[in-house]
């Protein structure tokens, strides 16, 4: 559990520079430059991020389980990570109608994505991974208010439709691929009972 704990710590630690210490990231940046930043950021994220993913394997080797999810719990897993996926596409194109509406559709992805595994996963390890990325996602949204509300950021403004036809085509085809061969793939589990 320790190495699950270990990964966490730094890849959303990193990822939560800009909320709990915006000075530090401004001096680095004006210090060593925005790609020195941009590399050491990068770094550091993949390192906790194989920290993690290997740590939360190791853990559930001898998991501690809470709850037993009921089997209709992954019809509704399934439901909204098509969601979860649309946002997740939408957050890296310009701006649509769907990323103008949402705002910040990368966090709500996230949002989605931890919930719906927090509530299909009763284990230690699940409690860990999932609940400490749905409780960083909510202080970071809530962090993004707060540079709304002082001007230091701004709202995507609503572009062409084409970018929404992307977000929906791509975020499909993604959650198909992981639904059919990635997420067995990656993580040993298919999403589908059965498969």
């Known amino acids: 559990m320790i190495w699950l704990i270990v990964g966490l710590v730094l890849f959303l630690g990193v990822h939560s520079v800009r909320i709990v210490a915006p000075e530090f990231r401004q001096s680095q940046i004006e210090a060593r430059g925005l790609n020195a930043w941009k590399g050491m950021y990068t770094a550091v994220s993949l ?86 990325f749905l409780a960083w996602a909510v202080v970071d949204r809530i962090s993004e208010k707060k540079r709304l509300q002082a001007g230091l950021t701004s709202n995507p403004v609503a572009g062409p439709i084409k970018w929404d036809l992307v977000s929906v085509v791509g975020g499909l085809a993604l959650y198909v691929a992981f639904v059919i061969w990635l997420h067995r793939w990656f993580f040993g589990v298919s999403p589908i009972i059965g498969m």
Do not use: E, T
């Open 47 to 132: 390192l906790g991020f194989l920290v993690l993913v290997w740590g939360y394997g190791q853990a559930r080797l001898d998991p501690v389980v809470f709850w037993v999810a009921p089997a209709w719990v992954s019809h509704v897993v399934l439901l909204a990570m098509l969601f979860a996926m649309i946002f997740l596409v939408a957050s890296q194109v310009p701006a649509g109608k769907i990323k103008a509406a949402v705002k910040h559709p990368m966090l709500l992805a996230v949002k989605i994505w931890a919930l719906v595994h927090l509530l299909a996963n009763g284990d230690l390890a699940s409690l860990f991974l999932f609940g400490g």
